[in-house]
């Protein structure tokens, strides 16, 4: 059958078997997504939350653009440093805050979506999805995408599963794409050509360690 009803079914049993939420039990949650989208720094941040909190909100969630590249400077995906230039105090003076007003902290990632400059992509080309046709698979905001599974599924995971003990997270968004099918190369730890399954696994498992470590 066409994508479209996989990706309908994938929801369904994502919100069957994975997710613990309902329309009832997710609090108010606010993201700096709305309203600021990228344009976000500590400042901001620190401005926003007694607001959120005045509002009812019960989860704050900073969005896409707290974080760079290696060098801490230049804003990006695939290496999740936090910026120096837009967040010096870095994040956890910000979660402590968004506790202290009375609400969870949450943060935004994108598992697959890297920068070609990206330190991750510049170490380790070869976890990239690679296509039959040779080409790169290319997302938003001029990334390109990593294969979730292997190698590169182990290192983000550890590093998402150490950022939310290490900020206390009470709930992280996943963004840009995750389950690509088709992924032909060998060494990913799944089948060539059939990655999806292999790649919920992956997700199914990180979902898990993050319970454990923030429940």
Same mark, same amino acid.
């Given at each position: ?38 344009? /976000?720094?500590? =400042?901001?941040? =620190?401005?926003?939350?007694? =607001? ?63 920068? &070609?400059?990206?330190?991750? /992509? ?28 292997? &190698? ?15 900020? =206390? ?47």
């Amino acid at each position: 059958g066409p994508t479209t009803t996989g990706g309908f079914l994938l929801q369904l049993y994502a919100g069957a078997h994975i997710s613990r939420s309902t329309p009832t039990t997710v609090p108010p949650l606010y993201s700096t997504w709305f309203g600021y989208y990228l344009d /976000i720094d500590e =400042k901001l941040v =620190k401005e926003l939350i007694p =607001k959120a909190r005045e509002l009812g909100v019960k989860n704050f969630a900073v969005d896409d653009g707290w974080q760079s590249l290696t060098d801490g400077e230049t804003w990006g995906y695939g290496d999740w440093v936090v910026s120096r230039k837009r967040f010096p105090g870095g994040l956890k003076p910000l979660a402590e805050l968004a506790r202290s007003n009375g609400m969870g902290f949450g943060l935004w990632s994108a598992p697959i979506m890297v920068q &070609d400059t990206s330190g991750v /992509i510049t170490d380790h080309p070869e976890w990239l999805i690679k296509r039959t046709d040779g080409t790169k698979m290319a997302l938003w905001g001029n990334s390109s995408a990593m294969c979730y599974s292997g &190698d590169y599924a182990k290192r983000f995971n550890d590093w998402l599963v150490n950022t939310a003990r290490d900020l =206390k997270l009470a709930s992280v968004k996943v963004d840009g794409g995750l389950y690509v099918d088709g992924c032909i190369a060998p060494n990913h730890g799944h089948p060539v050509g059939h990655s999806e399954a292999v790649q919920i696994e992956t997700f199914k498992d990180l979902v898990k360690r993050l319970r454990k470590a923030s429940p």
